[in-house]
């Protein structure tokens, strides 16, 4: 599987037509965050004090951030690794700011000649060094940005880009209402893999999230791809034919089915600050990965978290396919609390 995907992911380097195959560094939307995974791989509008929301999206970043540092390991599909390490700082009067490394590697792979004998073995590696800004205007709005240094590394092929993020939030605190507007990886390639300059996998985003007033429960709805209507694509392996008419009906998803393609749905559990979980549902993912022949779980998403002394422990599992999913870890602290210690309790 691990060639498999290797071939893929070289030969998106000619293919224009498939959002999702046809641009360059798509490890960008790989989503490392444990808790944030649990929420389906979209959590824009989580105004809770963790850094791996505002490592989705800018504008959540703020100044009770300060201090926080989180890392995450993946345990992708086919033994692909994924992990990030980030840290947040606030300054007086500037703002808030976070510095983020995230890699992934695709493992060994064995090379070989054009009749299969062997000729030893290459590797293949995505990176990209991140670094966050946020400012809040007032107890409404917030503002955030984040600029990344990208690059790839695939046998004899490397590639190296820059990206930003640019995010905004809205909040109305006495309804525990946030909006927000995400517009991700704009960019440029600077040294493409070829001859051939491809674009960044650019996306919008918006998303609605509220907290019930009597119940430790906050829903979001997100809907992504916000650039592009039309999510979806013929299947030639779905067209069936008319056995009197003789007439060949493609199957075609209708406009409703295209709707829900950009549809996210995420609830989080949050009965205090030691203890989370989350579920999340993708329909777009579900459509493009769920099988005609039996039934499964592609689509969904679900995690838990809770605290032990000063870390934060986060754990989730995203099912992508029947023949495997994604294990996100994630650990969460805030060296602060560590020199509050020295200094006498911390502060509530």
């Known amino acids: 599987m691990k060639k498999a995907l290797i071939l893929l992911l070289l030969g998106a380097l000619s293919v224009k037509a498939q959002i999702g195959g046809g641009t360059a560094f798509q490890f960008l939307n790989t989503v490392p965050s444990a808790r944030v995974a649990g929420l389906g791989g979209n959590a824009i509008a989580n105004p809770e004090a963790d850094l791996n929301f505002a490592l989705q999206n800018p504008a959540l970043l703020r100044d009770t951030m300060h201090g926080q540092f989180t890392t995450s390991g993946v345990d ?6 994924f992990a990030d390490v980030a840290y947040a700082r606030h300054y007086d009067s500037v703002g808030t700011f976070y510095a983020q490394l995230l890699f992934m590697d695709y493992g060994d792979f064995d090379r070989a000649n054009e009749i299969g004998q062997r000729q030893g073995t290459f590797t293949a590696q995505d990176y990209s060094f991140n670094f966050g800004y946020s400012y809040e205007l007032d107890s409404n709005w917030s503002f955030g940005a984040k600029l990344a240094v990208i690059g790839s590394q695939y046998d004899t092929y490397n590639s190296w880009g820059m990206a930003m993020d640019a995010g905004v939030t809205y909040r109305i605190p006495s309804k525990r209402i946030v909006i927000a507007f995400l517009a991700k990886n704009m960019g440029y390639q600077f040294d493409p893999y070829t001859n051939v300059r491809e674009n960044l996998p650019f996306e919008m985003q918006i998303a609605f999230s509220n907290k019930f007033k009597y119940a430790p429960f906050r829903w979001q709805i997100t809907y992504d791809n916000l650039q592009q209507w039309d999510l979806r694509y013929r299947d030639p392996n779905a067209a069936t034919v008319n056995q009197f008419t003789g007439e060949v009906d493609d199957n075609f998803p209708s406009v409703w089915n ?77 060296f602060e609390s560590f020199k509050r210690k020295k200094d006498g309790p911390p502060k509530n």
């Not at 992708?76 to 690794?81: F, H, K, R, V």
């Open 258 to 334: 295209n709707l829900l393609r950009h549809l996210s749905l995420a609830v989080e559990f949050a009965p205090t600050k030691s203890l989370n979980a989350q579920v999340g549902y993708r329909f777009r993912r579900r459509q493009e990965l769920n099988l005609n022949t039996r039934r499964t779980n592609a689509g969904f998403s679900g995690g838990v978290g809770f605290k032990i002394s000063k870390f934060h422990i986060n754990y989730s599992f995203t099912l992508f396919h029947i023949a495997d999913g994604a294990n996100n870890l994630t650990i969460t602290t805030n």
């Open 76 to 81: 992708y599909m086919s033994d692909i690794l």
